[in-house]
């Protein structure tokens, strides 16, 4: 298994930035998918992004797009996802997750299909 530890969240106002780190750990980071995910209280956890193995194709939700991006340095083993324009309703625990099976591409949208998850950051965002 691979060993995730996401940093960078915190509190934001409505319309500003963050970007959150998921560093990798133990395996071959560039034979894993990786996602992010988040989780807002008293709610399941949803998908909110994914990257392939080389960074060349990424998914993201609806409710992200044009909004957040994800990418990923395999030299550093480190997956990122760019947050801007933030609103309070993207307020949650975020997670990056990895998973060296390989599946249609829709399938990366489930939470099930990721093997290994990082501990979560909370991001805040106030109105």
């Known amino acids: 298994q691979v060993q995730l530890v996401e940093s960078g969240g915190g509190l934001v106002q409505a319309g500003g930035s963050l970007r959150l780190s998921c560093a990798a750990s133990?395996?071959?980071?560039?034979?894993?998918?990786m996602g992010w995910f988040r989780q807002a209280p008293g709610k399941e956890r949803v998908f909110v992004a994914a990257?392939?193995?080389?960074?060349?194709?990424?998914y993201y939700a609806d409710s992200v797009k044009g909004r957040f991006t994800i990418s990923r340095d395999n030299a550093k083993n480190t997956v990122y996802l760019q947050m801007n324009s933030l609103k309070p309703e993207d307020t949650a625990v975020y997670y990056c997750?990895?998973?060296?099976?390989?599946?249609?591409?829709?399938?990366?949208?489930?939470?099930?299909?990721?093997?290994?998850w990082g501990q979560g950051t909370q991001v805040t965002v106030s109105s």
């Open positions: 997750a990895g998973t060296r099976r390989v599946y249609p591409s829709g399938r990366y949208y489930y939470p099930n299909v990721y093997d290994d």
């Open positions: 133990g395996r071959t980071f560039s034979n894993y998918v």
């Open positions: 990257i392939s193995r080389s960074g060349g194709s990424t």
